[in-house]
């Protein structure tokens, strides 16, 4: 199977071009009993996107457009997403297991009790966003996505890598991160940094810690008050 490593971390991609794998033409993600798989979806513009304990596999999605997108309970196996815009997404309880997210935008996403094993995002615009309880319980990779304003909440991201993303005022709160590889990005201006415990970094990012700590902090420097 392909992979995409970076650094130590090493990512599973889906297997779409396995021999006699083939991917039939779908109108609708909304398949029998629950279930879409082996298909391709592309070029579509929905109003509303609404998932329910559907499972989705081998298959790529591509170009959807969407202006409500709220997914519950939602398996995914071995799937690329690519070129794609969800609007006001709501993601719940569910599973994305050896995924490619690749230049999707879904900014504002809601994402909460979310498991993630083996999948990738690159290229990803993801601003404003929440995760919530979101754990990688295998390998995750963010490769040149903005996370800029950000949240993650009581995420376990241990056996997670940022790499080469945009960081401004993305916070951690709470959570488990031991093992979370960050080197690569600029740290100046994360926040939350008390959640960042045993975290993997290069001696040169101490700086920038240092400075999102001075920020978070609120301190004042001396040599910038009046001497009167």
């Known amino acids: 199977m392909d992979t995409r490593t970076i650094r130590r971390t ?29 298909f391709q979806y592309s070029d579509a513009d929905l109003r509303d996107l609404d998932l329910t304990d559907t499972h989705l596999m081998d298959g790529r999605i591509t170009r959807l457009t969407t202006q409500r997108t709220r ?45 993630l094993d083996n999948v ?3 290229n990803r615009k993801l601003d404003y966003s929440s995760f919530t309880r979101v754990r990688a319980t295998g390998p995750a990779i963010f490769a040149k996505c903005s996370l800029r304003e950000t949240t ?23 959570g488990k991160h031991r093992g979370l590889d960050l080197r690569g990005n600029d740290l100046s201006q994360v926040r939350g940094l008390s959640a ?33």
């Open 71 to 115: 997914l519950e309970k939602l398996r995914i196996d071995s799937m690329e997403f690519t070129g794609c815009d969800l609007s006001s997404l709501q993601w719940t309880d569910s599973k994305i297991s050896r995924t490619v997210f690749r230049d999707c935008k879904l900014m504002g996403a809601m994402l909460e009790d979310v498991t």
């Open 120 to 122: 990738l995002f690159e």
């Open 152 to 174: 993650f909440t009581a995420c376990d991201l241990s056996a997670a890598l940022i790499d080469n993303c945009d960081l401004r005022l993305t916070e951690f709160d709470g």
């Open 196 to 228: 960042l415990k045993q975290i993997v970094i290069d001696r040169a990012q101490t700086l920038q810690l240092a400075e999102a700590l001075a920020a978070e902090l609120d301190v004042t420097f001396g040599e910038d008050l009046s001497d009167k």
């Open 10 to 38: 090493s990512v599973t991609l889906p297997a779409l071009s396995e021999p006699g794998l083939y991917l039939s033409n779908v109108a609708s993600l909304e398949g029998g009993r629950g279930r879409v798989a082996e």
